[in-house]
């Protein structure tokens, strides 16, 4: 049984990690820790309170008694907003606080842009345009061009957690590009999982969601690789190890 701990913030689209559970195998726990969120808001002062050392240190204990063997804190924008410097700063803290290999869900963006091999990518982004712009100079330094940018906009993610597929599908539609090799879609309080084949099938090229990204980099932490077709490409690169 391999268990991976998230942190998520607060209560928006938490139930797309019990639906990627179902998807991965009987052997693989997906625990959820929620950590306080302070003022829900797309805002960059907020942002930075939200992602906290002090926050997420205290939802760690809870996910060492679930048995987690790595643990990512769940939160596109509240690690990207501290920069590429201060994002590993992040994680490194959390790290040290719950005595685990640890990551974020920015860093798992750019390393499953680099595991798919893509070089261009489209961000479609429910945040608003100055937040949107600090991912993508988050992923310029990871060496990632974005090549087209959709923000919408919306400030807090009790709205963005309203979405269906109908609203999810316009959005990545409206950021594709000619050039982009993939289209992100970057936020954790958006419902994705269901959708995945479905975007990846209208765009006819990967789909990477922030939810999903979230799962792989845990799976990576801890050295395991499951082929998942109904999680998008993503889950399907060599070498598989089936659950």
């Not at 302070?38 to 309170?49: C, I, T």
């Not at 988050?138 to 400030?155: K, M, N, P, T, Y």
């Amino acid at each position: 049984m391999t268990a991976l701990g998230f942190l998520y913030p607060g209560h928006s689209a938490e139930d797309d990690y019990p639906r990627m559970e179902q998807l991965l195998g009987s052997d693989i726990r997906l625990p959820v820790v929620h950590t306080d969120i302070g003022e829900d808001a797309h805002r960059v002062d907020a942002l930075l309170e939200m992602g906290s050392a002090a926050r997420l240190a205290a939802g760690v204990e809870e996910l060492r008694l679930s048995g987690a063997e790595a643990v990512v804190w769940a939160c596109t924008s509240g690690s990207f907003v501290y920069g590429w410097e201060g994002a590993h700063e992040q994680v490194r803290s959390l790290a040290r606080a719950a005595g685990l290999p640890a990551s974020s869900t920015s860093f798992a963006f750019a390393y499953a842009v680099r595991e798919l091999g893509v070089r261009r990518v489209a961000i479609a982004a429910t945040y608003p345009d100055d937040v949107t712009a600090l991912f993508a100079a988050f992923l310029g330094d990871a060496g990632v061009e974005v090549v087209s940018v959709r923000a919408s906009g919306i400030v807090t993610a009790a709205e963005v957690g309203t979405w269906g597929q109908a609203e999810v599908l316009a959005l990545a539609r409206e950021a594709d590009h000619p050039d982009a090799d993939a289209v992100l879609l970057p936020d954790t309080a958006l419902h994705t999982v269901s959708h995945i084949p479905a975007l990846e099938a209208a765009l006819s090229k990967p789909v990477l969601t922030a939810n999903q990204v979230t799962v792989w980099e845990a799976l990576r932490l801890a050295t395991r690789r499951v082929n998942a077709p109904e999680l998008g490409t993503l889950f399907t690169k060599e070498p598989l190890v089936q659950a």
